[in-house]
């Protein structure tokens, strides 16, 4: 692009994905009279994942907008609770993002993720065909035109991970529904059904017990389940208060 220039005004929230934005929220650039206001954005950075409103001389227009020099943008942040029409809420994961998955599974959220890397055609491939939200600290992943909707993960610590998660998108929490390492539902089991899993110790201690349908993990309340439990309990005090 090498037209006249117009100024770009980012919310807070999206200045860390542009540099030159950062001290005073807002860059020049320059338009050629063809790109469209969604690339032009993309350009300088934001993925379209995490923009809300495009705002032209303070009225709303759509990525499609062509912009011409002169105007003035501004770029809001999308809004929370995100909502995510068409189909039910459910995630995919990177690579990159193994604890969260776990965590949202833990709370009965649907959660798609493998532990090797698929690439990013494929991922974003897998993200329409399921109708999942593709969550990655990915941008250029974030910005492949395929994907059915997608959210940058900002954070690097996988509690506040989650929380960012939670709050954005509010998805339904249903804990201890869901096998945490694969994402199959979980059902009632007997100490016999699940025999063939459980050693000396555990079979002596532990009476109630649950197997997953898909892959046939069995669990129960082991020594960690405090630690599991402080983090249901945190999610469902905070995003789940009516339950």
Known sequence: MNGPEIDVEF????RLFVPRARSTGTARAATDGVSTLGHLVESLGVPLTEVGDLLVDG???PPGHVPTGGES???RAVERPQQVPGAPLRFLLDVHLGTLARRLRLLGVDTAYESTDLGDPALAALSAAEKRVMLSRDRGLLRRR???????VYDTRPEEQLREVLDR???RLRPWTRCTA??????EASKEDVADQLKGGTQRSYDVFARCRACGRAYWKGAHHEQ???????ALT???PER
Do not use: D, H, K, S
């Open 11 to 14: 919310a807070p929230e999206l």
């Open 59 to 61: 009225r709303r227009v």
């Open 73 to 75: 943008v501004r770029v």
């Open 146 to 152: 395929e994907l059915w909707a997608g959210g940058y």
């Open 169 to 171: 998108f509010r998805p």
């Open 182 to 187: 694969c994402n199959g539902l979980l059902e």
């Open 228 to 234: 599991l439990e402080a983090i249901v309990e945190r």
């Open 238 to 240: 905070e995003f789940a």
